[in-house]
């Protein structure tokens, strides 16, 4: 099962969003955000990472009995010489990451179920989607030579529950 996925989202979006954002900080904040350009582009990519796992497949075609929902978006803002320690994922049902900007630094998630770590650096446009699930250990590492913006969300899998 591959239960941590990417996709690439366009880069004109992600530099859209770049030029609209003011962090006014020089430190280490998470700003919440109702981002609705990212929505439906989340929203098809969760499908398709839906697709990809046969377990949510017995349902039958995922566009025919799953409806999706972006909820709780919020900007990541990582400066120079920072980084972030490993969290636990939380929240609905899928989780994802969006990174605005390439840099050198490091998004490592820890995945109980093969006992590894899933590693990628971080380039425009690249998504990443995973499991809501406390096992799941995120964090960003080593954000030396520039900062990183990530949006994070969570993805609601309406109905998920009502299913037959």
């Known amino acids: 099962m591959t239960f941590i996925q990417t996709f690439q989202l366009d880069v004109g979006l992600c530099d859209f969003i770049s030029g609209n954002l003011e962090i006014t900080t020089a430190d280490k904040c998470v700003i ?22 046969a377990e949510f497949n017995y ?11 972006v909820k709780d978006v919020r900007i990541m803002y990582i400066p120079p010489w ?19 900007e390439d840099n050198q630094s490091v998004f490592e998630v820890f995945n109980p ?6 590693r990628v650096t971080p380039r425009k446009g ?21 900062r990183s913006i990530i949006i994070r969300g969570t993805i609601d899998i309406n109905n998920l529950n009502n299913m037959q």
């Open 113 to 118: 179920f093969i006992k590894d770590c899933f």
């Open 59 to 69: 349902f039958g075609s995922s566009d025919d009995v799953i409806g999706l929902t």
């Open 82 to 100: 920072n980084y972030q320690m490993y969290i636990p994922e939380h929240g609905d049902y899928l989780n994802f990451y969006i990174f605005l």
């Open 32 to 53: 919440e955000a109702d981002i609705e350009e990212v929505k439906e582009p989340i929203e098809e990519f969760a499908r398709r990472y839906l697709t990809n796992i």
């Open 126 to 146: 690249l998504v990443v989607i995973l499991p809501a699930i406390w096992m799941m250990l995120t964090r960003h590492t080593d954000t030396f030579d520039g």
